[in-house]
């Protein structure tokens, strides 16, 4: 349905996309430096789990309510800001020291909700998709509905592995960083403060129709 050499453009521009500093990558940077490897490599899993639920609202034009409507786009930019702001919080002011020296323990399940809801919390992400995924439409190759799904799910997996890559590499780095008591404290201390700066960007969006004109 899709041309070979349009999907291989469409992915090599994922990558791409995938390894620009952005909200996305100091997340999963931070936390695989401060948590580890698998804090990281399970909140780039949530980041894949919201395009399960990213995809089909493109595909079927639910997310063009989010990128017309205020009340939308401001319901889900505040309700996901609040929740990484707290959860940043805590990583900034509550304890660090584990017997085990890998910093604060963060439960798979969470760190994929935090992955999740970081990605699927950011209206520019949606708009993003919106302004990107039509490019590489043909209307003349069959069902746009379904194009968009198999886009969809090729830029997601291949952000996935782009940023799993990420996840291990960072992982790796802090496991040494992480040695020094007062290194560990100083990473923890450094992926709450990313994980709240991340819940203000979302909080600090630009509206709606801006953000149609600069969807980067």
């Known amino acids: 349905m899709i041309d070979p050499l349009t999907l291989a453009a469409f992915s090599l521009a994922v990558v791409l996309l995938a390894i620009t500093p952005g909200p996305d990558l100091f997340l999963i940077v931070g936390r695989g430096l401060s948590q580890g490897r698998g804090a990281a490599i399970y909140?780039?899993?949530?980041?894949?789990?919201?395009?399960?639920?990213?995809?089909?609202?493109?595909?079927?034009?639910?997310a063009t309510l989010v990128a017309n409507s205020p009340l939308v786009f401001d319901l889900i930019r505040y309700a996901g800001g609040a929740y990484l702001i707290w959860r940043g919080l805590k990583m900034l002011f509550g304890s660090v020291y584990t017997p085990t020296g890998e910093g604060s323990a963060v439960s798979p399940g969470t760190a994929i909700r935090e992955g999740f809801i970081a990605s699927l919390a950011n209206p520019k992400g949606h708009v993003f998709m919106l302004a990107f995924l039509p490019q590489f439409v043909d209307p003349g190759a069959g069902s746009v509905s379904m194009q968009f799904?198999?886009?969809?799910?090729?830029?997601r997996t291949v952000a996935l592995a782009v940023e799993v890559s990420l996840a291990a590499f960072s992982g790796t780095i802090g496991m040494f960083l992480r040695r020094s008591r007062r290194a560990r404290a100083s990473l923890e201390r450094a992926a709450g403060l990313l994980i709240v700066a991340v819940g203000v960007r979302l909080m600090l969006l630009e509206n709606p129709a801006e953000l149609r004109q600069d969807p980067r």
């Open 149 to 155: 799904i198999i886009l969809g799910l090729v830029m």
């Open 43 to 62: 909140t780039a899993l949530g980041f894949f789990l919201a395009g399960a639920v990213q995809v089909p609202l493109l595909a079927f034009g639910l």
